[in-house]
């Protein structure tokens, strides 16, 4: 591993530990997007560049715009009520232990797991792999959307009757 | 994925989308549709399974390995109960009713995808539709309880889903690929198992969380009692069985763990297996609220297919398999039950209830059917499984537990006793003094549920026969 793809992954655990940290929404959206680059860069770098491109669209853009969109529409009340942020302090000491036990237990882990890579099947172009390889995963993508959608139906209205 | 039994994932979908549109302003028709639906998947399922030359023929003629027909016939037979129940027990003004009934038919399409999958990412993308629909379906009651219950599983379920992320993509880097057969393909050789179990392992921790198995079952209770309770049923009858229990006995049959490959996993599941028979078991006995009592039961109840499945030897994964459909029919009937004293008398709370043999005969009667079988009580089809699941463990020499899973049984007999004698039987209460029977179409699918408890257990030889073939395909 090299030292670009450190700096990404520190980058990585940084911002995603900013999200959830920020005090206001907006910045957590934010951070959540930059969290998404660095993934997306990290996907370029190890040569899954459809990944990135995914990642990069989706993660960082569209759902970026959803989240500052419904974030614009609350934002008054969140004013309003000020939160006890004090359990959130105790999140960078875990991860600073999580990260030394890490350091001196997974090397070697790691350096076992990997003498026992094998080469993927399948990969190729995306159209191959969404249409011919991953076929059902397509129709449980779908399902999923469906599912989202009846999800919103669901918990709306009631809410809204409320 | 087994493209035999894709239309019973296709046409729920389908359904699922059409019913928004095509019951606006007509809210009834989101039962007809849900419910012909489920029931017209149901008969061709049955057709499928139970013709005479299919029988006769000692059911060779199954496609596909058996066990997925299998377990679609009961995800459609718990589904089809549910919907049915939720006809006349939904209010007629409930604002999110379509969404109710498309959620259902997403759930059911989820479930058939993921007992028809032939790999790992698959089962994964299935298991997270039916995560996020279960999700819904508790919140459905907004209540303090409902959305306390529907958090828990969502802070659990989550959780438990990146543990299966993580478990995939050792077993992508280790194995080079996440079908089902390369997996076994690469058991049955003589290379070192080690990082493959690791990843193994890993997934199974992820199902064993989404099963509800102790000690990762603090979800489990408030999730049946916080929610809807058509939706109780619907989870504690099929979901969870389907979105953890399936996959840990699943990838129980494809790790061979009774060729000793992967002893330590094994004896990890079957420790597990046996905690959670005694935790369910033993709060079970100390629970006032029957949908509460109802749910550590159910805590129990799955220790006995987590056992079966750790021990792994193909009388044990028959085992595991039967208890598991079992399972999925008595406690739909107990929670459809429970349901039905909520509706007569507006209480779940066991000490406030009495004597309701008296104004609900049939609902006790049912009760006192699947209370025996979630017992083990001969003839009934729970007696079948658990003796099968005995026998297994003695036969493999494991004669302590064998001998501690059939305590635990006469414990869970002991606590249906009392649940009986406090809500059905006993003093006649104010409660019961002001109830009565509820009506027919909301007693009908427990009576099918009891029958098909009764049906299972009498015709146990056929039973058997089907479970056979099933484990001669599913085993190598």
Redesign the interface.
């Known amino acids: 591993m090299n030292y670009y793809h450190t700096l990404l992954l520190c980058a990585t655990v940084a911002l995603a530990v900013w999200a959830v940290m920020a005090r206001g929404l907006l910045l957590s959206a934010v951070m959540l997007a930059l969290v998404s680059v660095a993934v997306s860069l990290a996907f370029f770098s190890y040569g899954a560049p459809w990944a990135a491109v995914f990642e990069l669209s989706v993660c960082a853009g569209l759902i970026t715009v959803l989240f500052i969109g419904a974030v614009s529409l609350i934002r008054r009340e969140e004013s309003a009520k000020p939160e006890n942020r004090a359990r959130f302090h105790a999140l960078p000491l875990v991860l600073a232990i999580f990260a030394i036990a890490s350091w001196f237990a997974l090397p070697p882990f790691f350096a076992e797991l990997s003498s026992w890579i094998r080469p993927g099947t399948g990969g190729g172009q995306i159209g191959l792999a969404l249409w011919d390889l991953r076929r059902p995963d397509l129709l449980g993508q779908v399902l999923m959307l469906a599912a989202g959608v009846f999800v919103i139906k669901s918990v709306l209205p009631g809410r809204t009757q409320k | ?1 087994d493209k035999g039994l894709l239309a019973y ?2 046409i729920p ?1 389908f359904s ?2 059409v019913i ?1 549109f095509a019951a606006r302003g007509r809210e009834k028709l989101a039962d007809i549709l849900a419910n012909v639906t489920l029931l017209a998947g149901l008969v061709n399922l049955l057709w499928l399974a139970l013709r005479p030359s299919v029988i006769a023929g000692g059911f060779e003629e199954i496609p596909g390995d058996g066990l997925s027909l299998l377990l679609v016939t009961a995800i459609y037979l718990v589904a089809f109960c549910v919907t049915f129940f939720s006809a006349w027990f939904v209010p007629a003004g409930m ?2 009713r ?3 009934y ?2 259902i038919l ?1 759930s059911v ?2 479930m058939t ?1 993921v007992v028809t ?2 790999d790992f ?2 089962l994964y ?2 298991i ?2 039916l995560a ?2 279960s ?3 508790i ?2 009651d ?1 209540s303090p309880k409902g959305l306390e219950g529907a958090l828990k599983y969502f802070l659990l379920s989550f959780p438990a889903s990146a543990l299966i992320l993580g478990g995939i993509a ?1 077993l ?6 996440l079908s089902y057969d390369n997996l076994h393909i690469f058991m049955s050789s003589d290379v070192p198992a ?2 493959v179990v690791f990843g193994a392992a890993l997934m199974m921790l992820g199902f064993l969380i989404k099963s509800g198995v102790a000690p990762f079952h603090m979800w489990t209770p408030d999730a049946y009692q916080g929610a809807y309770a058509p939706v109780s049923a619907h989870l504690a009858g099929i979901v969870t069985k389907i979105s953890g229990v399936y996959a840990v006995v699943r990838m129980a049959s494809l790790l061979r763990f009774f060729d000793g490959r992967a002893q330590g996993l094994s004896a990890l599941l079957m420790l597990l297996g046996l905690v959670s028979i005694a935790v369910g078991a033993l709060a079970a006995l100390r629970q006032t609220d029957l949908k509460r009592m109802l749910a550590f039961s159910s805590i129990s109840q799955i220790g006995y297919i987590i056992l079966a499945a750790g021990l792994g030897t193909p009388l044990a994964l028959i085992g595991a398999v039967f208890h598991l459909i079992n399972h999925a029919t008595f406690k739909t009937v107990l929670f459809l039950n429970s349901a039905s004293v909520e509706k007569a008398t507006g209480t779940t709370d066991m000490d406030k209830l009495g004597g309701m043999e008296h104004a609900m005969p049939w609902t006790s009667w049912t009760s006192v059917i699947a209370l025996f079988s979630t017992a083990g009580v001969p003839p009934l089809s729970g007696f079948w499984s658990k003796l099968l699941i005995i026998l297994a463990l003695w036969e493999a020499g494991l004669k302590g537990y064998a001998v501690i899973a059939l305590l635990f049984s006469t414990v869970t007999l002991a606590y249906f006793v009392m649940m009986q004698r406090k809500v059905f039987f006993g003093k006649k209460s104010d409660a019961a003094a002001a109830a009565t029977e509820v009506s027919a179409p909301l007693l009908a699918p427990a009576v099918l549920m009891s029958a098909a408890i009764v049906a299972l257990g009498l015709l146990f030889p056929y039973v058997f026969s089907y479970l056979k073939m099933m484990a001669g395909r599913i085993i190598l």
Do not use: K
């Open positions: 994925m994932l296709l979908l699922a989308l928004p604002p999110n379509r969404a109710y498309s959620l997403v399409a989820a995808g999958a032939a990412f698959t993308i299935y997270e539709v996020v629909t999700f819904a379906l919140s459905t907004d050792v992508m880097m280790t194995l080079g690929s080690g990082p």
